[in-house]
């Protein structure tokens, strides 16, 4: 006899090592967990429920592939939410995902142009959301530029690794290296000339629930820059409150601002700004994922006296009563050198007693 009974059930996607913190989370809070993945021996598959060998661009054929397991088992899936730590197109697939299956999310439209920082910047300007000067640039196409322009930013209209291929130019000689290398990183042809802000840059932590942001908290990016002016994450730290600016509610009401323009109603919201000297708040990115860098392995446990993880899979599936009141400890996470993927390098994990100690640490 069939068991006819319908289960709550998650959808992760991708099966890789950075999914598995959120699937065991998901895992230890009652929830089903069905993974999809392209590679058959992804190593979160091995704590999931289900899995579906596909890949995690391919919107439609996860969809059929969800669907057709919903007929190959006896207990019968209710979708309720969509987990997902990866960047790039698979936030797209997230946005469709929940769209056919009736979860409250973040409109198909609306993740497109987020995930493309040259349709993000049109839309900037049609919503009056704070963002630098931008041109739109081809491929390897070289722009002329008058002294008077400089610096600029060089960087990939879309990219799979965070701040890849984003170099500062300050000269019309650094300018086609530049290009060339934004080039090697963009998957959508494009590239973005932006004018350069000097200024700090902030990580803006958040989930979207019915419609509204609600601030988990504010991190100070660590950014350098090496000597061929190209610009990489060295890390970030809790957020010091200026006595001049408050950063973090400027940085909320532009969040609320782009989520009320283009109707989201339920995801997380990581967005990066960058400050000038005069204390005005720009956009620079969005991401729409639960956020990589090693911040939940390694930040969020030493900054956060919250189970991250478990609250990301509760806001999933719109089980957490906000506002929260969270308390920020002083602590900082510094990746070691080298290229490629932040979660595949070591890193330093830096506590300390107040944020003012953790301010002179990197003021030396």
């Known amino acids: 006899m069939k068991d006819n009974k319908v289960k709550d059930a998650l959808i992760c996607i ?13 895992k230890s809070l009652g929830y089903i967990v069905i993974a999809v993945d392209m590679d058959p021996n992804a190593p979160g598959f091995s704590h999931v429920d289900g899995c579906v060998t596909h890949s995690t661009h391919d919107a439609s054929g996860v969809i059929k592939a969800l669907e057709s397991l919903n007929h190959q088992i006896s207990e019968k899936y209710r979708w309720v939410g969509v987990l997902n730590r990866s960047s790039g197109p698979p936030v797209v697939t997230v946005s469709k995902i929940c769209e056919h299956f009736g979860i409250p999310g973040v409109p198909i439209t609306s993740a497109q142009m987020l995930l493309n920082k040259d ?42 690794i965070g701040k890849s291929g984003i170099s500062i130019v300050r000269s019309e000689e650094e300018l086609s290296i530049a290009i060339e290398y934004a080039s090697t990183c963009t998957i959508n042809e ?96 969005v991401h729409l994922d639960m956020g990589g860098d090693l911040l939940i392995e390694k930040l969020f446990p030493s900054a956060l006296k919250i189970n991250f993880q478990e609250l990301a899979v509760q806001m999933a599936v719109g089980k957490v009563n906000f506002p929260l009141l969270i308390e920020v400890y002083p602590s900082a996470v510094i990746f070691d050198e080298g290229s490629g993927l932040v979660s595949e390098k070591s890193c330093k994990v830096i506590t300390t007693d107040t944020q003012g100690e953790l301010e002179a640490l990197f003021n030396e």
Do not use: W
């Open 14 to 26: 991708a099966a890789g090592k950075s999914q598995i913190p959120i699937i065991m989370a998901a």
């Open 119 to 160: 349709v993000m910047r049109e839309a900037c300007t049609k919503f009056s959301i704070p963002s630098p000067y931008y041109q739109l640039l081809n491929k390897h196409q070289i722009p002329i530029l008058t002294a008077d322009l400089y610096p600029v930013v060089i960087k990939p209209a879309l990219s799979m």
């Open 190 to 285: 494009k590239l973005i000339l932006e004018k350069y802000i000097p200024g700090a840059d902030y990580s803006f932590i958040s989930f979207v629930e019915s419609g509204e942001v609600h601030c988990i908290c504010m991190l100070d990016e660590i950014n350098l820059e090496d000597a061929d002016g190209r610009v990489f994450g060295k890390g970030f730290k809790t957020h010091a409150p200026s006595k001049n600016h408050n950063f973090e509610k400027m940085a909320g009401v532009i969040s609320g601002n782009i989520v009320r323009s283009l109707n989201i109603i339920r995801s997380p919201f990581m967005v990066s700004f960058r400050s000038d000297l005069d204390g005005n708040l720009f956009l620079m990115e």
